[in-house]
């Protein structure tokens, strides 16, 4: 069973069990409509900390479209970065020893790719190790 906790348009947050679980989509760079994307995006990530407050005794996982490579140094970037650093989030494409980095979307036609979608993980030791044991 689970339970809506938090939405927007740019996010939904559901409680399963103990966990709380975000999926959001950032607005990517040059999105007609979108005048200032980086005060969406402190705003949504204001938003989801709120919320985050709220449930202060559950798990987090936060996952989704970011639009943004958090490997690369850029304001958005740097703003998520801090987010996960402030709230002692793990990002499971770094926390679990991957050598290589693997896109996440691919441009065929281009040849090109990046990384723009992640998970969030709060207690990485004694929550990841149970979520991703069998993986």
């Known amino acids: ?47 989801i900390h709120d919320c985050m407050s709220r449930y202060g005794n559950h798990y987090i996982i936060i996952g989704g479209d970011f639009n943004t490579d958090l490997g690369k140094h850029n304001q958005t970037s740097s703003a998520i970065n801090q987010f996960v650093d402030d709230n002692a989030l793990y990002r499971c494409d770094s926390s679990f020893g991957f050598r290589d980095k693997q896109c996440t979307y691919y441009n065929k036609a281009q040849g090109s790719g990046s990384t723009i979608y992640y998970f969030l993980i709060t207690e990485f030791d004694s929550f990841a190790g149970r979520l991703c044991h069998s993986c």
């Open 1 to 47: 069973m689970y339970r809506n906790t938090c939405c927007s348009d740019r996010y939904v947050a559901v409680i399963v069990g103990n966990v709380l679980i975000f999926n959001m989509y950032l607005p990517c760079v040059g999105t007609v409509g979108t005048p200032d994307r980086q005060s969406i995006i402190d705003q949504l990530f204001l938003e």
